[in-house]
């Protein structure tokens, strides 16, 4: 007897896991959350989900080390992110996902005599290739997965305003990139209704042609998800991020890297069987900036839609 | 006998051997004009200045090498505008061979003319004196108020003039080339032509920006756009200061007395900036008051290149500042103006892109170095606080190990220079397409002073290792003089002492001496790490 994945849990992992792996947009980092919407995986053999993920994150927040500065240049920093991904079981096992972003930056220094800074464009492409050796089923409360995937450089990375725009103002990193993830659930009972979720995934940046190299990250996370019902369903979480400093032409960036925590809350509703909404936030909770000054999230708030065909 | 002349010297006497022409005088003159010839120790030259004015130089005894024997005293009264003339001459027909004469020839006859000149030209009036005796009152001599006729005198130069005679009383006229007996008056002569004023050939100081000079295209003066670079905080994300706060409070603990300021001294505002501040600001926006109603100026100061200048402002008023782009073109930073948003290079001093592109700062001298030297030049210096308005550490640098390692954060052209270290402190100066620096940890101690030249520009360089700064000028002045200087010790800010004992201080001024209060040149220099300069003055001469 096969025991498939237990689909009640498709909730939960879908806005945590969703969470999970999102990253975050620092000043310093083009980084878009490109691993959100590609954690809606497909868990059942022959399953396709199709993941719309939009995402505004504020960049606002002036940091020396840990300690909030004001800055008293009124900046206002956010990207807004579209994400469409669509993942595919070939087995119970194995999965593969893939997504493509669009990317709208806008950078405004109130106290500055010049107008508001803006680029758009395609962003960066994953492919993800995914496999759950172990699910939680009826009669298993874990489930681990594992991940190798990359990031391409498919978008525009030299967006040009007067000039050609800084790094973190360009909708691409403009280079390839290796992903590593992995994941570990507990159902605290058998229909999964309550899960332990912790994740952990490693991006290493590649260096585009502009001899640039986004630093390469960690991200840590665990929480709880909770389902009521088979519609509703919300989860709670604390992610680690630590990430190297940015480097052009094999030197440091400075001002660049650093470690954060936040806390992500997400909940999520399903209208139908198949389509289910979700709305999610990231408070950050505290961080550690390397260099003396950065401008680093504020808060971030995505809306997501996925269907499961 | 026969004197020959030497054609060398155009002093050419061959006394006539006539019996009846051998006089008193001419044994006088042939004596007089031999010991001219031997005590003159030039030549008539054959190359002088063309004469305007006559001028007393033209003193002198004048004759006509194909009448030698007979010539012309002449004497010129700048003061009266008037000449005199003396023509020792002859007769027109030989006397008697019977015909005696108490005194000298029978045959002599001595003309004297007088009158105005004007320019190189005289119109004189000749004179014959009449009925007088041999150093004798009486019988007292007659002379013809009237004249006997006229002598037109002109010279073309100090060597050479033209007699034309006219004498009336005997119908005859005629022109006479002569030429000095003797070269001894010629430098007089000379020196008292009026001078042209001279047209200096020193080289202004270069408006543009020297060898490293791309095509000007589509309002970009940078060869590539694309090699100016964003550097992430946007436009004043790094906030220019536009209401600075000095002290005079020289015992601040906010700076210590081996940190860097940049020091101006502009009219009677002295003031010091640390980069500390400058650090985390780049721009600051000031006011001076200089002669009327303050004046805007914004000193800037590039942390990554090291690189500090002083631009007065030229905009109008309400718009007359500067920001921070945001961008940077050879990690240096781009200026924009907030009137008409032109971007300006730092380095290369001028617009690089916009409405204006070329266009030049009018640039201020600037003194960057420890606030200690600052404070032993002008102890009457005020401070930039830190009361900035902003939330800053200033006593945390905001690149890291940045100064102290070959780091770069952003692309530089000419980078495999490694003919110094990345960030060695240099004054540079840029002429043309000559470029040359010097290292400030090469200097001596104690203030050294180098009379060098950069280019067809003759500079004066003048710098201390201890006390860490270096300026260099222009030492030709307006007048095309040239000084030559030395270094004048422990008399801060007097830095150099020159050739004609006049003190100069390190912004170039002399402070004492007859050039009090005249300022050398200004020349294109600055200190900036030896990777910018390299970068933008690929080839720059290192001096040892």
């Known amino acids: 007897m096969i025991f498939r994945p237990l689909k009640p849990a498709f909730g939960l992992l879908l806005y945590f896991g969703l969470q999970n792996l999102a990253s975050a947009a620092t000043c310093s980092c083009a980084g878009v959350p490109l691993l959100a919407s590609i954690d809606t995986s497909a868990k059942e053999k022959g399953q396709l989900f199709i993941t719309y993920n939009a995402e505004n994150h504020q960049i606002s927040d002036l940091v020396s080390g840990s300690k909030d500065v004001p800055d008293e240049t009124d900046r206002d920093r956010h990207s807004f992110s579209q994400v469409l991904s669509a993942s595919y079981a070939m087995t119970d096992r194995w999965s593969v996902s893939a997504l493509v972003s669009y990317v709208r930056h806008s950078r405004d220094i109130g106290s500055s005599f010049l107008g508001k800074t803006t680029s758009s464009g395609v962003g960066d492409s994953v492919l993800l290739l995914r496999y759950t050796p172990v699910f939680i089923t009826p009669f298993s409360r874990h489930e681990v997965s594992l991940g190798l995937g990359s990031r391409i450089p498919t978008g525009d990375d030299d967006y040009t305003d007067v000039f050609v725009l800084s790094e973190d103002m360009q909708p691409s990193t403009g280079a390839f990139g290796g992903i590593l993830w992995t994941s570990y659930s507990y159902a605290f009972n058998q229909a999964a209704t309550l899960q332990f979720n912790t994740s952990a995934n490693y991006t290493y940046n590649g260096v585009n042609d502009r001899e640039y190299r986004f630093g390469h990250e960690f991200n840590f996370a665990m929480g709880l998800g909770h389902s009521i019902g088979t519609r509703f369903s919300y989860s709670a979480a604390f992610r680690y991020r630590s990430t190297k400093p940015d480097r052009r032409s094999g030197f440091e960036i400075p001002n660049t890297g650093g470690k954060w925590v936040d806390f992500i809350p997400a909940v999520s509703y399903a209208v139908t069987d198949k389509l289910r909404l979700g709305l999610s936030g990231r408070i950050p909770v505290t961080r550690n900036l390397d260099g003396v000054l950065q401008f680093t999230t504020s808060y971030a708030y995505a809306f997501s839609a996925s269907y499961a065909f | ?544």
């Open chain 2, 1 to 544: 006998m026969t004197f020959k002349p030497d054609p060398n010297y155009n002093l050419a006497l061959p006394l006539r051997t006539r019996a009846r022409s051998v006089g008193l005088l001419k044994t006088f003159l042939s004596t007089t004009l031999l010991l001219l010839f031997f005590l003159s120790s030039n030549a008539v030259r054959a190359q002088s200045p063309p004469i305007e004015v006559l001028n007393s130089g033209l003193n002198d005894a004048w004759y006509d090498p194909e009448t030698s024997g007979q010539g012309f005293f002449i004497t010129v009264f700048s003061d009266l505008s008037a000449v005199s003339l003396a023509w020792f001459t002859y007769d027109t027909e030989l006397p008697p061979l019977d015909a005696v004469a108490n005194l000298g020839d029978p045959g002599h006859r001595w003309l004297t003319a007088v009158g105005p000149f004007s320019g190189n030209t005289a119109t004189l009036t000749i004179y014959v004196t009449r009925g007088g005796l041999f150093n004798s009152e009486v019988p007292a001599t007659s002379t013809d108020l009237d004249g006997d006729g006229t002598i037109t005198l002109e010279f073309t130069d100090c060597t050479s003039g033209v007699v034309s005679y006219d004498i009336t009383s005997l119908g005859k006229s005629g022109q006479i080339p002569i030429q000095r007996v003797a070269a001894g008056n010629i430098p007089l002569c000379e020196a008292l032509i009026p001078q042209e004023p001279q047209v200096c050939t020193r080289p202004e100081p270069d408006k543009s920006h020297g060898p490293n000079d791309p095509p000007i295209t589509n309002g970009t003066i940078i060869s590539r756009r694309t090699d100016i670079v964003d550097g992430g905080p946007g436009p004043d994300g790094i906030p220019p200061l536009e209401s600075p706060v000095f002290t005079a409070n020289l015992n601040s603990a906010d700076v210590g007395p081996n940190e860097m300021v940049v020091g101006v001294k502009v009219g009677d505002n002295i003031r010091a900036y640390p980069h500390d501040i400058m650090n985390w600001h780049e721009i600051v926006n000031d006011t001076f008051t200089i002669d009327g109603p303050p004046e805007r100026a914004t000193l800037s100061y590039c942390p990554l290149t090291g690189s500090a200048m002083l631009w007065k402002s030229f905009m109008e008023p309400g718009d007359e500042t500067f920001g921070t782009s945001g961008v940077l073109y050879n990690s240096n930073l781009i200026l924009y103006d907030r009137e008409n948003v032109n971007y300006w290079s730092q380095m290369l001093e001028q617009a690089v892109v916009g409405p204006q592109v070329t266009r030049i700062p009018d640039r201020l001298q600037v003194v960057d170095t420890t606030w200690a030297t600052w404070k032993a030049m002008y102890p009457e210096t005020e401070l930039l606080t830190r009361e900035t308005g902003f939330s800053r550490d200033y006593d945390d640098y905001p690149y890291g190990d940045y100064l102290v390692t070959e780091r770069l954060i952003f692309p530089v052209n000419n980078s495999n220079d490694f003919r110094l270290w990345k960030k060695t402190r240099v004054l540079g100066i840029n002429v043309g397409d000559s470029s040359k620096v010097y290292p400030i940890n090469v200097f001596t101690s104690a203030v050294e002073v180098i009379n060098d030249t950069t280019g067809d520009m003759q500079t004066v360089v003048a710098g201390s290792s201890e006390l860490n700064f270096g300026v260099v000028f222009n030492r030709q002045l307006e007048d095309c003089t040239v000084l030559e200087f030395e270094a004048v010790q422990n008399k801060l800010p007097v830095v150099m002492r020159d050739n004609e004992g006049n003190e100069w201080d390190v912004f170039g001024v002399a402070v004492n001496g007859d050039r009090a209060g005249q300022q050398l040149e200004k020349t294109n220099s600055y200190i900036a790490f030896w990777f910018a300069w390299t970068a933008f003055f690929p080839g720059a001469e290192i001096h040892q």
